[in-house]
């Protein structure tokens, strides 16, 4: 089955740290960009980072650099978003998406930051 299944959200306080996964199944991982989407309650999708094929190159949303970090294991078919310094505004439900066409969308995963 072609899918994305993201994992590692959760309650955290300002000032944390999250590390998300997404797991792919289905399709060739290495032919494929990856990105990571989010939607904050009430609010439309927001573009999150981005990475390439083989994690050569690595791009981010503005308000996320410097506390962000993308990576890719192409051998174990993952994608991963490693966030520090989390502010109670990174609150959404983070969403992996393959780049290119089809689109695939995971399931999504709950972030919320609150004392």
């Known amino acids: 089955e072609v899918q994305l299944v993201e994992s590692g959200g959760g309650l955290v306080q300002p000032g944390g740290s999250l590390r998300l996964s997404c797991a792919a199944s289905?399709?060739?991982?290495?032919?494929?960009?990856m990105s990571w989407v989010r939607q904050a309650p009430g609010k439309g999708l927001e573009w999150v980072s981005a990475?390439?094929?083989?994690?050569?190159?690595?791009y981010y949303a503005e308000s996320m650099k410097g506390r962000f970090t993308i990576s890719r294991d192409n051998a174990k078919n993952t994608v991963n978003l490693q966030m520090n310094s989390l502010k109670p505004e990174d609150t959404a439900v983070y969403y992996c998406?393959?780049?290119?066409?089809?689109?695939?969308w995971g399931q999504g995963t709950q972030v919320t930051v609150s004392s």
């Open positions: 998406n393959r780049l290119g066409l089809p689109t695939l």
């Open positions: 289905g399709f060739t991982f290495d032919d494929y960009a």
């Open positions: 990475i390439s094929w083989n994690g050569g190159s690595t």
